[in-house]
C-alpha cells in the first residue's frame, strides 16, 4: 500500500502559483510539473500537462507516451492561441505498482528515494549547470549556486516535437522507503542534506512535507513550492 500527502505553496515573492500536483493512486500515477516563471501562462502550461498525463495513462499509456503527448498539448494549444504560445512546464512522474516505481521527468523537477538511512536523488536536472557539470566545467558546489542553474535544457512545450529529452529510471522499494517529487522551489533552496534530516525525524508524511516547506520559505520563499511524498507499506 502506498501512503502519500501533497502540498503546493505559492512562496514569498511570486505573484501567483505556476505549479501543478496530480494524485490518482488507483492508476498508480503521481505528478509534479513547474509551469516555467519567465513564460506566459506557466501554470495553464503545468495544469495542461498534469491532466494529459493521467488521462493517457488511464488510457493504457506508458508515462513515456503520456509526457510526449502533454509535450504536443501544450504546443497545438500555443498554435490555437497566442495568448498560450511559449508557455511551458517541468514534469516529473511516478507510477509506482506493488513495490516496483518508474519516474521519468523533463526538465528540473526532481525525485528522490529514502531507505531510512540516506536520501537518493533519482533524476537529473535538465538545466544549464547539469551540462556545464557534465562536462567538468564546473563543481558539484558551483552548479547548486550557478546563476543560469535556472535556464532549462529541455520543458514540455519549448523546442522541437522530436527534440524534447524524455529520462527514465526505475527501481523497488521496502518496506517503508518513502518516495519525494519537488519542484525546484523546494530542491533549489532546501540542500538534499537537510531534506535527508526531515525525513530521519519519522515524522508523519504530512508533517514532513509542511516541514520541509517551512525550510523553502525560511531560505527566502523565491520560487511556488510543491511536493508529493510518498510511503509504501508492505503489508498494508
Same mark, same amino acid.
Given at each position: 500500500?502506498?501512503?502519500?500527502?501533497?502540498? &503546493?505553496?505559492?512562496?514569498?515573492?511570486?505573484?501567483? #502559483?505556476?505549479?501543478?500536483?496530480?494524485?490518482?493512486?488507483?492508476?498508480?500515477?503521481?505528478?509534479?510539473?513547474?509551469?516555467?516563471? =519567465?513564460?506566459? #501562462?506557466?501554470?495553464?502550461?503545468?495544469?495542461?500537462?498534469?491532466?494529459?498525463? +493521467?488521462? $493517457?495513462?488511464?488510457?493504457?499509456?506508458?508515462?513515456? *507516451?503520456?509526457?510526449?503527448?502533454?509535450?504536443?498539448?501544450?504546443?497545438?494549444?500555443?498554435?490555437?492561441?497566442?495568448?498560450?504560445?511559449?508557455?511551458?512546464?517541468?514534469?516529473?512522474?511516478?507510477?509506482?505498482?506493488? #513495490?516496483?516505481?518508474?519516474?521519468?521527468?523533463?526538465? %528540473?523537477?526532481?525525485?528522490?528515494?529514502? #531507505?531510512?538511512?540516506?536520501?537518493?536523488?533519482?533524476?537529473?536536472d535538465h538545466n544549464?549547470?547539469?551540462?556545464?557539470?557534465? *562536462?567538468?566545467?564546473?563543481?558539484?558546489? +558551483?552548479?547548486?549556486?550557478?546563476?543560469? $542553474?535556472?535556464? @532549462?535544457?529541455?520543458?514540455?512545450? &519549448? =523546442?522541437?516535437? *522530436?527534440? /524534447? $529529452?524524455?529520462?527514465t529510471v526505475s527501481?523497488? /522499494?521496502? %518496506?517503508?522507503?518513502? /518516495? @519525494?517529487?519537488?519542484?525546484?522551489?523546494?530542491?533549489?533552496?532546501?540542500? %538534499?542534506?537537510?531534506?535527508?534530516?526531515?525525513?530521519?525525524?519519522?515524522?508523519?508524511? *504530512?508533517? &514532513? @512535507?509542511?516541514?520541509?516547506?517551512?525550510?523553502?520559505?525560511?531560505?527566502?520563499?523565491?520560487?511556488?513550492?510543491?511536493?508529493? @511524498?510518498? $510511503?509504501?507499506?508492505? %503489508?498494508?
Amino acid at each position: 500500500m502506498i501512503e502519500f500527502a501533497a502540498t &503546493s505553496d505559492i512562496g514569498k515573492v511570486r505573484k501567483k #502559483n505556476e505549479d501543478s500536483f496530480f494524485v490518482d493512486p488507483e492508476h498508480e500515477i503521481w505528478i509534479v510539473a513547474d509551469g516555467v516563471g =519567465g513564460n506566459r #501562462n506557466g501554470e495553464i502550461a503545468s495544469q495542461l500537462t498534469a491532466q494529459t498525463i +493521467d488521462r $493517457r495513462v488511464r488510457q493504457g499509456a506508458s508515462i513515456q *507516451e503520456a509526457i510526449m503527448d502533454a509535450h504536443k498539448t501544450i504546443l497545438k494549444a500555443g498554435e490555437d492561441n497566442p495568448d498560450f504560445q511559449g508557455m511551458a512546464t517541468t514534469v516529473v512522474v511516478c507510477k509506482i505498482h506493488q #513495490n516496483a516505481w518508474e519516474v521519468s521527468w523533463v526538465g %528540473d523537477s526532481r525525485a528522490y528515494q529514502w #531507505n531510512g538511512e540516506y536520501l537518493q536523488r533519482l533524476t537529473r536536472d535538465h538545466n544549464y549547470a547539469q551540462q556545464l557539470l557534465d *562536462e567538468d566545467a564546473i563543481s558539484p558546489e +558551483d552548479a547548486n549556486n550557478h546563476p543560469m $542553474r535556472h535556464v @532549462l535544457m529541455h520543458a514540455l512545450g &519549448s =523546442g522541437e516535437i *522530436e527534440l /524534447l $529529452r524524455i529520462e527514465t529510471v526505475s527501481g523497488s /522499494l521496502n %518496506d517503508g522507503d518513502q /518516495l @519525494l517529487l519537488c519542484t525546484d522551489g523546494l530542491c533549489g533552496l532546501v540542500p %538534499d542534506s537537510t531534506l535527508e534530516d526531515v525525513l530521519a525525524q519519522k515524522l508523519s508524511l *504530512e508533517k &514532513s @512535507l509542511d516541514d520541509m516547506i517551512q525550510l523553502a520559505l525560511d531560505a527566502g520563499g523565491t520560487d511556488n513550492i510543491t511536493a508529493i @511524498l510518498m $510511503r509504501y507499506n508492505k %503489508d498494508e
